[in-house]
């Protein structure tokens, strides 16, 4: 029943009480305390006795309640600086950031992967993205063409000299764009 706090011992929680205990309150702890401390040699008879002291005399008492007081008010400004120091992230939070990240990656990958959404059809004249030169005219799609090694979707394209030629769909949606 030790009551150690910021420095001062609190003789109150040595006898087991409140701060606001009476004198008979203080009185019937102290007399139970000690018939308990005659047979528990664990428990200390002198720190109770100063304890009823202590709190049974009026200038004592008045300063130990004094002293108290102010190490309360040392130990509330401290939990107060503790709880401003660990914040903790409240649902509402968590939820913003996860929206704001999924944000980002939704923002990410339409200008990584975007091009994929891109789509030609036939008639659709396409151009370099880099220097807006003239590739030339989409003719037909083809589902699966053999470009020998690999068949993948193509685009035949007649080109500014009337050749045509079989470019695959993916190299198309990556470098080019149409008017």
């Not at 944000?103 to 030609?120: C, D, T």
Request: overall charge positive.
């Amino acid at each position: 029943m030790q009551g150690k706090r910021s420095g001062s011992k609190n003789y109150y929680r040595v006898l087991g009480l409140s701060s606001k205990a009476t004198q008979e309150e203080i009185e019937h702890a102290y007399h139970k305390l000690i018939k308990e401390a005659h047979f528990d040699r664990t428990m200390n008879r002198k720190e109770i006795e100063l304890a009823f002291l202590v709190l049974t005399d009026v200038a004592h008492k008045a300063m130990h309640d004094a002293v108290i007081d102010q190490d309360e008010k040392k130990l509330e400004i401290t939990a107060k600086i503790q709880k401003r120091k660990t914040k903790k992230i409240t649902v509402q939070q968590l939820a913003k950031i996860a929206i704001g990240l999924f944000a980002i990656a939704v923002i990410y990958f339409f200008f990584r992967f975007g091009y994929h959404l891109k789509s030609f059809s036939p008639g659709d004249t396409v151009y370099y993205k880099g220097n807006d030169s003239l590739l030339g005219t989409i003719v037909s799609v083809e589902n699966d063409h053999d470009f020998g090694r690999a068949s993948m979707d193509a685009y035949k394209i007649k080109d500014s000299h009337g050749k045509f030629l079989w470019v695959p769909q993916t190299d198309i949606k990556a470098s080019c764009y149409k008017k």
